[in-house]
């Protein structure tokens, strides 16, 4: 760490303002990392450091009056707006965030603070995010940065709930009477074949589900016993008779 430089917040600002509300039932004299139990070891570090960061303790890690008034208020806006003019003010002071660029804001959190590669992207978004919750108003290169951030990680919460896509053999919208065939080799050697002849865009509801349900259990069957399937000359058919 380079001397007389900071290191600025680079946890995720939802898990900040949840570690706000565990204090909502009472701020205690003083604050350590052990007040947030279900975290890990390193995410109640990254706690801690935001709130040193931030001005929300003392030097002793004692709770002062901000934190109070940042856990007790109903909106947390104002508060949150105060505690990044004075966190942030050597980039604030300079800088109008309505006529930021990124490359501009990225040079700024270098010069300010000791932080570089990933975790100064980290630190970023936790300020862009943290100013947005605070209502201040953001240039559109900015703003477009948060919303990449929040489609990638809504791509990362689909994969992680094993949502990928499946990708279903469909008949070709302008042939209907078209039909989709798979084939399953079963255990004893024979197989079994699936035929469909409808277009699963038109299909009612009910339908959709009973169709999909048959091809979940065809997949599984497939994943679960492809060790034990013997092995013979043929092939899975896709075809479209």
């Given amino acids: 760490m380079e001397p007389n430089k900071r290191v600025p917040p680079y946890l995720p600002f939802k898990t900040f303002l949840s570690s706000l509300d565990t204090l909502s039932h009472g701020v205690p004299p003083k ?9 890990s070891g390193v995410t109640q570090g990254l706690i801690m ?16 009056e901000f934190l109070e008034r940042l856990v007790k208020s109903n909106t947390r806006t104002l508060e949150m707006k105060a505690t990044i003019e004075i966190q ?4 604030l002071s300079k800088h109008d965030l309505t006529k930021m660029t990124l490359k501009m804001l990225e040079d700024e959190f ?26 201040m108003p953001l240039s559109p290169y900015l703003s477009s940065l948060l919303r990449a951030t929040r489609k990638k990680k809504a791509v990362r919460q689909r994969q992680d709930n094993g949502s990928a896509e499946v990708h279903i053999p469909l008949a070709p919208i302008s042939t209907p009477d078209a039909a989709s065939t798979h084939s399953v080799q079963l255990i004893s050697g024979g197989r079994l074949t699936v035929s469909i002849t409808a277009n699963p865009f038109k299909m009612p509801h009910d339908d959709r589900q009973f169709v999909f349900s048959i091809i ?11 060790d034990l399937i013997p092995v013979t000359d043929h092939e899975d058919d896709e075809e479209t008779a």
């Fill in 31 to 39: 604050i350590d990392r052990m007040l947030w139990r279900s975290q």
């Fill in 49 to 64: 450091n935001a709130y040193r960061f931030l001005g929300l303790v003392e030097h002793d890690d004692s709770a002062n």
């Fill in 88 to 91: 942030y003010e050597d980039i």
């Fill in 110 to 135: 270098e010069r300010c603070f000791s932080v570089g590669g990933g975790t100064k992207q980290k630190a970023i978004t936790f300020f862009l995010k943290a100013a947005k919750f605070a209502d």
């Fill in 216 to 226: 979940d259990q065809l997949q599984k069957y497939e994943k679960e016993n492809e």
